[in-house]
């Protein structure tokens, strides 16, 4: 079982930046893979980055690509997410999640995230 919490969220401008912590704990942090996810009412639960057990491969949506970057800090159990030119469309409740561990490989599929924190909101005013 791996329990997660999130911090880092808050009100900020159009353009400006945040950095979301993601703080994991019931296993080692380098067996599993993690992801952020974030949830609107306008667009549901969308995928926004993933990180390998190692930190050595990422993924992002294509939205977020040259903006957002995520990493992850093993020897502490923490992952990040620093969001930087954040724009109203970004505004969303964040989730940290993290898979099994059970593959070599990573995705950008919820339901292969069955670990999953209670999220952080994040709004951003134009």
């Known amino acids: 079982q791996v329990q997660l919490v999130e911090s880092g969220g808050g009100l900020v401008q159009t353009g400006g930046s945040l950095k979301l912590s993601c703080v994991a704990s019931?296993?080692?942090?380098?067996?599993?893979?993690m992801a952020w996810f974030r949830q609107s009412p306008e667009k549901g639960r969308e995928f926004v980055a993933a990180v390998s057990k190692t930190g050595s491969s990422v993924l992002y949506e294509d939205s977020v690509k040259g903006r957002f970057t995520i990493s992850r800090d093993n020897a502490n159990n923490m992952m990040f997410l620093q969001m930087d030119s954040l724009k109203p469309e970004d505004t969303a409740v964040y989730y940290c999640?993290?898979?099994?561990?059970?593959?070599?490989?990573?995705?950008?599929?919820?339901?292969?995230?069955?670990?999953w924190g209670q999220g952080t909101q994040v709004t951003v005013t134009s």
């Open positions: 999640a993290a898979d099994r561990g059970s593959n070599w490989y990573f995705t950008r599929v919820e339901d292969d995230y069955p670990y």
């Open positions: 019931g296993r080692p942090s380098g067996s599993f893979a």
